[in-house]
Nanobody, 115 residues
């Protein structure tokens, strides 16, 4: 079955960096668009960044443009999110998900940015 497992979250000071990974299995990863989403306490889940199956097309939320980079390694069935210049408002649970066909979600990884 489809499985998405996020890792790399943690506690970091404002201005710091983190790299999230999402290991995919149970489907042909290289044929699916993928994305990172986040949900902060008391807020709705929002899209952070998406990437096409080939990696050629990426789309970012305005709030993370120039700070976050989404990428993928289809040979390793892995999705990444490089996060730089982190701000306290980036604190959230981060989820990876498929963006092609029915949405499939990982379990999420907590990112906490202290001021």
């Amino acid at each position: 079955q489809v499985q998405l497992v996020e890792s790399g979250g943690g506690l970091v000071q404002a201005g710091g960096s983190l790299r999230l990974s999402c290991a995919a299995s149970g489907f042909t990863f290289s044929m699916y668009g993928m994305g990172w989403f986040r949900q902060a306490p008391g807020k709705e889940r929002e899209s952070v960044a998406t990437i096409s199956w080939s990696g050629a097309i990426t789309v970012y939320a305005d709030s993370v443009k120039g700070r976050f980079t989404i990428s993928r390694d289809n040979a390793k069935n892995t999705l990444y999110l490089e996060m730089n210049s982190l701000k306290p408002e980036d604190t959230a649970v981060y989820y990876c998900a498929t963006t092609t066909g029915p949405r499939r979600w990982g379990q999420g990884t907590q990112v906490t940015v202290s001021s």
